[in-house]
């Protein structure tokens, strides 16, 4: 079996970039997307994208948490979406849990980014907790891009079929193996198969049963295990879904 990590943070580990995407290979993971969430970032992204060009590609993006840099960064960000790594804006939305930045100005950043994956048909990825009214609202309100992501999906099913309505595919992170997300594996059974990505997040939501320890690309087979036993699916099935889906939406390595 072959996966595809189609969301993590390389930049953002503590182990050598090197050694992270050798583990990775050696547990069948063909390639990485990894994220950026604010201009230093995004740069990191890209040097890993040259660095590794096989195995990784790049988005460019500003997190909720950080909306509040949009005047400081934006000019710079936008620059950036054009280097030849880059596959996709963000992510960009809402986290209304921390609510790190004020609300206006996650939603400031998050309409110049649908904007931005618009102009440059690039894939969307969105970053949405506690935010599910705010995010459609503003996804209806601009049109989501062709490609569009809902990483780290942790709605139910209500959310989940008012994210495919709007065109997007869901992403499921090592969330889907916790015990109590019941509603995350629900979503994931009603999601068709040409719409279900799968993820890490690295370095954070580590799955069952690396729960504790930093999480990496490598894990994502986990991941993907527990995606397909709350489908039903043979495991196999799921890797060759999510893999075919991660091609379309970011381009094949």
């Known amino acids: 079996m072959r996966w595809v990590d ?16 050798r583990r990775a290979r050696d547990a069948g993971v063909e390639w990485v997307v990894c994220v950026g969430t604010d201009l230093e970032t995004s740069r990191q992204a ?11 590609r790049a988005t460019v993006g500003l997190h909720p948490h950080e909306a509040a840099r949009l005047g400081d960064e934006w000019d710079a960000l936008v620059e ?14 809402f986290d209304l849990y921390y609510e790190h930045s004020p609300r206006a100005a996650q939603e400031d950043a ?14 969307l990825v969105i970053h949405s907790r506690d935010a599910w009214d705010d995010t459609f609202r503003v996804l209806r309100e601009e049109r989501p891009p062709a490609r569009t992501v ?10 989940a079929r008012t994210a495919l ?15 109590g997300a019941a509603d995350v594996r629900a979503a994931a059974a009603v999601t068709p198969a040409d719409r279900l990505l799968v993820e890490t997040d690295a370095p954070f939501l580590a799955p069952v049963p690396h729960r504790g320890r930093e999480n990496e690309p490598a894990l994502v087979a986990a991941v993907g295990a527990a995606l397909a ?25």
């Open 6 to 21: 189609s969301h993590c943070h390389l930049q953002s580990l503590s182990g050598d970039p090197g050694e992270v995407l």
């Open 150 to 159: 809902f990483h780290c999906f942790t709605g139910g099913t209500d959310e």
């Open 165 to 179: 309505a709007l065109g997007a595919s869901l992403s499921f992170s090592g969330i889907v193996s916790f015990p």
């Open 110 to 123: 998050f309409r110049a980014q649908i904007r931005l994956a618009h102009d440059r048909d690039l894939t």
């Open 229 to 253: 036993a709350a489908r039903d699916e043979p495991v196999e099935r799921v890797a060759a879904a999510t893999g075919a889906i991660a091609g379309r939406l970011f381009g094949p390595v």
């Open 46 to 56: 890209i040097e890993l994208a040259r660095s590794y060009p096989e195995q990784v």
């Open 80 to 93: 950036l979406v054009g280097a030849d790594q880059v596959v996709a804006v963000g992510e960009c939305g």
